[in-house]
């Protein structure tokens, strides 16, 4: 699978935007850019998920570079609630392969 | 609530004992994934069944073993346990388990092994 890099943490105040940055620079043509994040004490929770274009929910956007060597999901507006470890995973869409593989994430501290 | 049921959500055993640990995915998903999260090695992917049948295969020990059921529920089992193995067991199901398909995760079960 390929690899993805993030920060191992930062941190935000409440109801200010974050920017949670992540590198794959070795990134095929056939994964999709995966967000999932985790709150304490709970299973991982799915966020945003991307091939080429920018995307927007309700929880997050995600912004994709040009070369789809980096991504970043935007929290328009932290609350205490978006404290979580936020991971960054490439899938593979074209295989068979279908499973996530998550690294160490990225720890948000939101401060109040 | 991701719809994901597992049980039980503690259990506390003995080395060398073994256990059962149960998933009842969301209504309608055909995809169910064991992962294992530890303080050390964070969230490792175990297994993944699709409709009954294997489907991709991670870091699983011998002495773990898993199965999906007709109705679509799956357990996994863990024999021989040893003080390594207390971690989260987590697990998840997708509808179809292809890229475009987001995972649910349950809340997981808590292992310790003493």
């Known amino acids: 699978d390929a690899k993805t890099t993030q920060p191992n943490s930062m941190e935000s105040n409440e109801e200010e935007p974050v920017h949670l940055p992540c590198n794959h620079s070795?990134?095929?043509?056939?994964?999709?850019i995966h967000w999932y994040r985790q709150l304490p004490s709970q299973g991982p929770e799915y966020v945003i998920h991307?091939?080429?274009s920018n995307v927007n929910n309700r929880m997050a956007s995600l912004a994709i570079a040009e070369d789809r060597k980096s991504s970043t999901l935007i929290l328009h507006r932290a609350t205490l609630r978006d404290a979580a470890v936020y991971y960054c995973?490439?899938?593979?869409?074209?295989?068979?392969?279908?499973?996530?593989?998550f690294g160490k994430g990225t720890l948000l501290t939101v401060n109040p | 609530d991701s719809g994901v049921t597992q049980t039980p959500k503690h259990l506390i055993t003995a080395t060398g004992q073994r256990v059962t640990l149960r998933c009842s995915p969301r209504?309608?998903?055909?995809?169910v994934y064991w992962y294992q999260q530890s303080l050390d090695q964070g969230l490792q992917f175990l297994i993944q069944y699709y409709n009954g049948e294997e489907r991709a295969k991670g870091n699983i020990l011998e002495r773990f073993s898993a199965q999906q059921f007709p109705d679509l529920h799956s357990e996994l089992n863990l024999s021989s346990l040893e003080l390594g193995d207390s971690a989260l067991y987590f697990c998840a199901s997708s509808t179809s388990g292809r890229h475009t398909g987001e995972l649910f995760f349950g809340e997981g079960s808590r292992l310790t092994v003493l």
């Open positions: 209504s309608g998903d055909l995809s």
């Open positions: 070795t990134i095929s043509g056939t994964d999709y």
């Open positions: 991307g091939l080429t």
């Open positions: 995973i490439l899938r593979d869409g074209g295989g068979s392969n279908y499973k996530l593989t």
